[in-house]
């Protein structure tokens, strides 16, 4: 499977990626987990030693890898520049690999007035379709909010995108901003998991705003997730066991969904 997760920042969505993850790794599948959230904080959520994923550059800042592969100088705006680099070598030479899950930290697009199209913006896509498109393994992306960035070729391939949300009129709006754009762009399927939910209002004001039929998971409130945050640990093992139910309930629901 290759699948998106996305949702406005504070609801939990790297929390999401990261047991989903460890969850189908330990299923015995191999699983490529990718960071292209802004806050870059997949591999403190997966558990990975400090050291280690402190060590990571972002792709994104990889400025010689960037130049050699788009043809362009280092640091010199290029008017010309390769528009399909190689890049299927790369999972392989920059990911890190702990407890059965590998991690590859791509980083942000370039946006707005900085420039959309640039020798960095042209190698991530590529990647970025490498990933879904090309690789065998399960790929779990940890996204930000906007996809427009990906291409309607690369969204297309996506199994499914998850918009992980909060019961909050913000991260409620924005679940439906997500929703259009993806399926304006080609997201074959967008779904939903619920988080933080206390409460039978919690999970009434979520369904009252959100399509039940496109809900595949609740996850309650959980005080191990909040200080696994705050304390930078893995989110796996400081989970209840209720959390790691309902994630592995959310795997089967998404493995049973239609496409």
Known sequence: MKIGISGKGGVGKTSVASLLAQVIARNGNTVLAV????????????????????????????????????????????????????VHDIPEKYW??????????????????????????????????????DRKETVILDMEAGL?????????????????????????????KIDGLASDIGVKKVLFVANKIR???????????????????FIGYDEGLRDADISGTSVYDAASPASIQEIKQIKQNLEATPS
């Open 35 to 86: 960071d292209a959230d802004p806050a870059l904080n997949l591999g403190m959520s997966l558990g990975f030693p400090k050291e280690v994923y402190e060590s990571i550059t972002p792709i994104a800042e990889m400025k010689d890898l960037i130049s050699e592969r788009t043809e362009t100088q280092p640091g010199i705006p290029a008017a010309f520049f390769k528009i399909n680099p190689t």
């Open 96 to 133: 890190a690999e702990h407890k059965g899950v590998r991690l590859l930290v791509v980083g942000t697009f370039l946006v707005g007035g900085e420039g959309c199209a640039c020798p960095e913006n042209t190698l991530l896509k590529n990647l970025m379709r490498h990933l879904i498109v």
């Open 148 to 176: 427009e960035h990906l291409g309607r070729g690369t969204t297309a391939s996506m199994d499914a995108l998850i918009v992980v949300v909060e019961p909050g009129q913000r991260s409620l709006a924005l679940a439906h």
């Open 199 to 217: 409460d039978k209002e919690d999970r009434k004001t979520i369904l009252e705003s959100l399509p039940e039929e496109r809900m595949i998971g």
